[in-house]
């Protein structure tokens, strides 16, 4: 397969693309064509079709896998492809990963690796309680897996949501290593439960967008009601730790204004925070850094509210 | 029954009043004392025991009901009771409404108000659902009853709950009729419930504080869990109309920094917004001016951010 | 006539419409033409003259009413007039509410509803000093009527000061039901007067935009003013009354940033805050839902803070 | 006559001093006594009066002018006067200059070089508004060169309105010497009546406190207010004029937060803002350390968010 | 020369100019064009290069300084230069000062007037240090005569550095005439040196950018070193003086939020804040208004949080 | 040697203590009186000379080591030592380890495994500057060791400075093992030397307060500066690693409004800000809880803006 990122002026395109976004539209002239953008797992290019009505144009629509024929032009100095056949691919005739942002970690290796860091833990309540979730509830595992962690932002890619839970999750456990007044078995389950609801609130690639309850609850609360719905299936599960739980899930955000209604009043629930916000920051960073090639300065960014560069130890 | 706010110098007090605080201490010679704060629902006084070795003294507690001996003095030119006797009284000797503060207004009427308004209801879902908690849900609706809206700030007293929520609802009702594109059933049904997770959040009378899950959870996110579980029971219940009940409830305080995990979203949860924050606002205006006779400036007011004072008219 | 809501491609247009904005500008190859964009109540459209020196073409400027007549394109998906000939209209060949966005609501019935709030005054100063406003100022009363109480935001349209006048009062009166420690005489004054300096702030329709004392003093301190001449003709106005009213006036945007110079210090001045703002976002609300068919998300709005969507209830 | 700021312990005291308060209280053993603060313009003392009943203690009451004869004592470290006689005397006895805070520069001269600079105007409307003040409004002059600038912050003394009035005034005087795009006859008019709302916020000394009107509407209204009503009285003033001038002092606290209902739009209310500004804080620094005589550090101050010091230069 | 200011459609251009920038680029059709910005002191122009390959177009670039020949044409209602030929021209050929804005004050003068005021301080190891700076040190001499005061906001031209500063130390100098407990010598030391680091922190026109060092560590914490620096190789200069000039340095700013790491703790240094905030603010309005020729308001400004119009006094 | 932790009524006391705090006063009754604060490292205890004329008295001052022969009383239910005798002592006699809190953790190992830290920094000029530091400057290293990292807040202990740093740096070489992109040298000299400008803010124990120095320009640039001096020996340091490392540590209170002139603009310098925040927040908690032994609701914490509590867990 003919990557994306690898486009020239000149080339000739025959291969299978996500289709990210398409709109009809007219020229100047009143004649119809088509905007199409079209996607890969290493970036995404411009299209036009010049003459939707040929008979080599099948009806497709937004997030269709199309087969693609066509010519890349130069248009401006940005590169576009001049498409001249489109055909809607079924299921099977593609491997999705090839389309979508995919975490650079392998997907096996975290999901193991945050099971072991489950068989750790020492309180019966809370093992049972985990395993529920990413051991036992094969929809939740599935999705859990898929997710990214946000729309936007950082970790925004298949797998970022594991990527980031396990990463919140052994930075957690880092901690606990250097201050020992944490209570490791309710911190640790707090950073893999910190963003359960994401499932609920960002639908799955290719999509990656909010749904309906994503806008009007938000993961903070959605995670909070999933923890108490498998909390209330344990038998014996005690009522104070499961409020300390929901406490450490609403309270990670740390601020009012960023969407948590308490603010930490737990030492878990601060360390907690802590470590959200500190991978957060440490994983945009490396987004933002990871394909730029030289030391000149990028412009304002308005999450770090700074002008950026990466560093020259010169 | 003499009630504390009819006190004068000199008086002869033996009555039986609410215990709203005891702690021992020590004169500077090295005496023990006790000091006590009395309380009955026309306001508290504080009450000396010089004595506490004396055969009049039973052991006695913080909220315990006690009946005292002994004689208003005026300290500093405050008045003092410096108690002689003390006795322990057991339930059925006093009748509680005596020693806290209440509404002013019925606690039958309002109650029945409320139901009747349920009655309004067109949409079954939302009807039952009411009818759930506040026709028949025993438990809650004793606690609920007798709640009060908040420790300080507005409604703090026996039935504020009731009285709040049913102020709340009837001025959204108002508003549903000047601005028709509100739907009634929706938001009506989210007046009645916006504060119901305060049962939970405060204790009741005479204790009326913070509880732990009240603390670590909060009214709005108690409150919108109370509702998922009423609603799993009704079979059928609309699962959007759930999830815009509940947004209704998140956004009520109407700002991330008053704990509100979700901004207004719906024109019904903007309505309930400000109908709640109007009710509050009137209602503490009404008990800063309920016993000012004059109309001299108050001082600086920390919610009001102002100097207030009565209005003259002259 | 042919309202341009309804105008389809292809449609020969043959009105008088008003011209909102004209701009004369040259094309790539050198050659003049003119951008109009005509309105009518109902909307506006984008028109262009590409023969302005046509015999057929009056010389005509923005704010004049023209008779036009052309043709209906489709230009990349939008609808065009293409403007063959133009006259310049007289008074009285129009009638001038068919241009203009005007209040759903009828403009005497709103006023005699507020002249017979004004007939419920008990105090005699309150009441002369309404109706040296709102009866006998002929003037003021004509402004007051046609007037939009805003820009943009709410209520932006002929009648809308009335409108938002008259909703503000009745709110407020409903609110002195509830809450009998508020003096409805005074209350019911502020809500009449409160908004009466945007007469001054912003221009009479079709301009409808802010006046150089609008921007230099603002509407709060011009309608300050206005009371205050007026209560000096009233002999033995009581002058604390007079300040209590203008405190109302100053205090009602709430907040320093939103202008007051005070915040609200009485109980009438919290209550008319409340009934404005609430009167606000209700309109604000209804304008944004009222031609919404869907209930997709509408994205961020930047008054409420919020993705906002109308509601399902499904 | 012997001045507070020379008393030492053991002094016998036998003179009039002002009476800034007086309170009746009660020993702990039950008896009467009252506490006293006297005041003279150098500072005030503590005084107790042990024996009210005595026969040489006349009825007196807070801002009398009071002879006192008593003993300076040592209490705890602070002096302290015990008061063995008191009378209250007559206007004539006293001159209440001894007894207030007055400003340190010459109020004759002063304010002959405030009338100077109003003599230096061209333009003729300004002239005589001005005039209009500061020459011909007996009453206004009288309370004007009186009136301190504030309750506390700066200028809190006798003539501090005029001391400031003049340095603001100064001020922008040099400014537009620096940037000649100002105008100055605007802005040495704005700078002149800035503050004479002040006669109408705080009551003249020795009661210099906020009036009712000063906390319904503030001297920035007030002021705006008392030029709308001497403007009236000048044939041919021109209204855009008028409305500019308004505009500076409407805008001069240069925030909302600080009160003031508009921001500065024009560049002499932009200039007034910064004169005002930089005098009010110049003044408070020199306030602060004008007794100090050594350079430690004196604690955190609230207005300029630090610890200060004054300036060592070793 | 042929000011850009004065082209006119139609004209001929023959003359040198800076190239403020220029790009390659290729038409719809893919035909290499070059887009470039003229620029003289007088302003800037768009200008087109349709046939880069002919012999009469050197290689030129970004900064150079460029003969033109070519045709002034009208698009789009702009005008725009047609470039038939460029040559790269060598230093000697043009005048820098003819396309660089520069300040409208003299710059020997103001040098002058500078190290006048150096010669009234009277503290000698201040004066050194002033001396070390503005009157022996060639390399910093010639850089801060050359500097601009900033990017943008203001004084952004060629002396603008030394005009803000010598403004600054004059209003200093008014100030100490009018606030006795200001010790001068700092004070002025402090307004001359506030900004010094500025000659590091932004590249010399034309190019006046930010330098590398300039976004790591900003022209406060530069300056504040260089006085270290120059501090360092005066014998007894006192330490605690050293301390109290960088403290102003630092403090200038006068808010955390500008970027000072300290809030002014000393009176100097809350004049020096004063002062330059006052210079900034009044050169801004300066700046904006110089070439406004009517009194139509300008739109809101953000620095300034306002609609702003000069003023008419009508 | 009896702690002060270990007091019991009654106790005889005869031991050296720190004397933390002298103070002379006056009884009511006129008789002078001493209040004195004793400190050991367990704790402090108020102490009252009620004869301080007695011939065992010794004059003595605030930080004095002095023997102090008495009796502990209970007053209001406190402990208090009535003294009889005090002699103040010579250095020799006491070991001032044993009055001041000191961190847990062995200084000598942190010191040791600090400098191992360094051994494996693989960068020469970086590695040369921090043993400049670390290794060889024998009298910061005194200082370094011995300082507490803040006057209250967290570490505020002998060593405090050297335990925060050590702590702060593993955590950063943790994240370089997770986030590859970060350079490790810089990190980690960053971390060793953030905090360095401390030894100059806050003066040794016992006094440990801000210096006049730690008020005018803070440990953010003095450390800053102490950086520049270092590296100006260092032949061929690099020029823009010496800005890069200057530079994280002005921006390591990441937040202008915390005292940093610059916001974090290299990975690096956001790293730096997160491990610093971390630790210093988890070190607050592990103060607060330290001695808590119940989990009752401890009232609302400043810093963290919230009630805390320890967490139960069940």
Redesign the interface.
């Given at each position: 397969m003919k990557y994306i990122k690898d486009y020239k002026e000149g080339d000739r395109v025959f291969d299978i693309y996500l289709c990210k976004h398409m709109q009809s539209?007219?020229?100047?002239n009143?004649k119809p064509y088509i905007n199409v953008i079209l996607q890969d797992k290493t970036g995404t290019i411009d299209a036009k079709v010049w003459e939707p009505n040929n008979a080599g144009i099948e009806d497709f629509d937004t997030l269709d896998y199309i087969e693609v024929y066509g010519e890349v032009n130069?248009?401006?100095?940005a590169l576009q492809v001049n498409v001249k056949r489109i055909r809607v691919c079924r299921e099977g005739e593609y491997d999705p990963a090839d389309y979508l942002p995919v975490s650079k970690k392998n997907n096996d290796e975290m999901y193991k690796e945050l099971l072991g860091i489950i068989g750790t833990i020492k309180?019966p309540y809370i093992k049972q309680l985990l395993n529920a979730f990413f051991a036992e509830d094969e929809a939740f595992i599935k999705k859990f897996r898929k997710s990214s962690a946000a729309k936007t932002m950082h970790h925004g890619f298949v797998g970022g949501l594991l990527e980031h839970t396990l990463?919140v999750t052994?930075?957690c456990d880092?901690?606990c290593g250097?201050?020992p007044?944490l209570?490791r078995?309710?911190l640790l389950a707090a950073a893999m439960c910190h963003d359960i609801g994401k499932v609920k609130e960002i639908s799955l690639f290719p999509e990656n967008d909010?749904t309906?309850?994503g806008?009007?609850?938000?993961h903070?609360?959605m995670g909070?009601?999933m923890i108490?719905e498998k909390v209330a299936k344990i038998p014996g599960f005690?009522p104070?730790?499961a409020?300390?739980l929901?406490?450490c899930i609403?309270a990670h955000h740390g601020e009012?204004?960023?969407?948590?209604?308490?603010?930490?009043?737990?030492?878990?629930a601060?360390?907690l925070n802590?470590?959200d916000?500190?991978d957060a920051?440490?994983?945009m960073?490396?987004e933002i850094?990871?394909n730029v090639t030289d030391s000149n300065?990028l412009g304002f960014n308005r999450v770090?509210?700074?002008?950026?560069?990466?560093?020259?130890?010169?």
């Open positions: 539209a007219v020229t100047k009143g130069n248009f401006q100095g309180n990463s052994k930075l880092y901690l250097c201050y007044l209570k078995d309710l909010y309906d309850d806008q009007l609850l938000g903070i609360i909070c009601e108490g005690p104070v730790l409020s300390e929901k406490h609403l009012y204004e960023y969407g948590s209604p308490k603010k930490p009043a737990l030492f878990e601060v360390a802590m470590a916000n500190t920051k440490m994983q960073m490396t850094f990871d300065w770090f509210e700074s002008n950026l560069r990466s560093t020259r130890m010169e």
